[in-house]
């Protein structure tokens, strides 16, 4: 299957610094990603969808100047927590839907995602 | 948001039961798949089941789908200790923005 790759795989950071995650596809054009977001022993949740060279969808409840989203390519998301605090600590989960074309699948296929823990 | 719910929430089995959990989900679907997750790590794939699809086998692995009821179900036969993780269902909404978005788990605990 496809692979979507996450980098890094876990950061710890300062509280009041941004953290930048990239998101990749590497075999195939991904024209939307999403990111979701895991707090310990939860679900994961929908935080926004962002397609290709147009601004993200930011789901209920996400701040969108706290959360940025850049999909400058259609290979690359990134997600940058910008000013990070001990409350956004959590588990970040990229995903990258490739577009088969109309009637087929456009599944979803997840990075192995990055462990963000703020001091 | 969440779509979907899952039951039940955490089950503890035998090593050699089967382990059944279902997911119960609330709009029209294009597809719904499965996925595990071991403590603290990324999410593995296990099956997808499409909207017309009512059934499909991998492994050990039983998928039923019922779009009437909008709800899944996940049997795991002959368990393994290695299956203990967290299950989760994820449904991909037909329609409007194509989005998906995941149940809310059950945590299985398969004892050896």
């Known amino acids: 299957g496809a692979v979507v790759s996450q980098h890094p795989s876990w950061v710890i950071c300062k509280s009041g610094t941004s953290v930048k995650i990239e998101c990749r596809s590497l075999?195939?054009?991904?024209?939307?990603m999403f990111w979701y977001r895991q707090f310990p022993k939860q679900s994961l949740m929908l935080m926004a969808t962002s397609n290709e060279g147009s601004k993200a969808t930011y789901e209920q409840g996400v701040e969108k100047d706290k959360f940025l989203i850049n999909h400058a390519s259609l290979t690359l998301s990134t997600l940058t927590v910008t000013s990070a605090h001990p409350e956004d600590s959590s588990f970040y989960i990229c995903?990258?839907?490739?577009?088969?074309?109309?009637?087929?699948?456009?599944?979803?296929?997840f990075g192995p995602g990055t462990r963000l823990t703020v001091l | 948001s969440q779509q979907g719910e899952e039951d039940p929430q955490a089950l503890s089995i035998q090593e050699g039961e089967n382990a059944t959990m279902n997911c119960s989900y609330k709009t029209s679907i294009n597809n719904l798949q499965w996925y595990r997750q071991n403590s603290g790590r990324g999410l593995v794939h296990l099956i997808l089941i499409r909207s017309n699809e009512r059934e499909k086998h991998s492994g050990r692995l039983r998928v039923t789908l019922d779009t009437s009821k909008k709800s899944s179900s996940l049997l795991i036969t002959a368990s393994r200790a290695a299956d203990t993780a967290s299950y989760f269902c994820?449904?991909?909404?037909?329609?409007?923005?194509?989005?998906?978005?995941f149940g809310t788990g059950t945590k299985l605990q398969v004892i050896p």
């Open positions: 994820a449904t991909d909404a037909s329609g409007g923005y194509q989005k998906v978005t």
């Open positions: 995903s990258a839907r490739q577009n088969l074309g109309r009637g087929l699948g456009n599944e979803q296929f």
């Open positions: 075999d195939f054009q991904a024209t939307t």
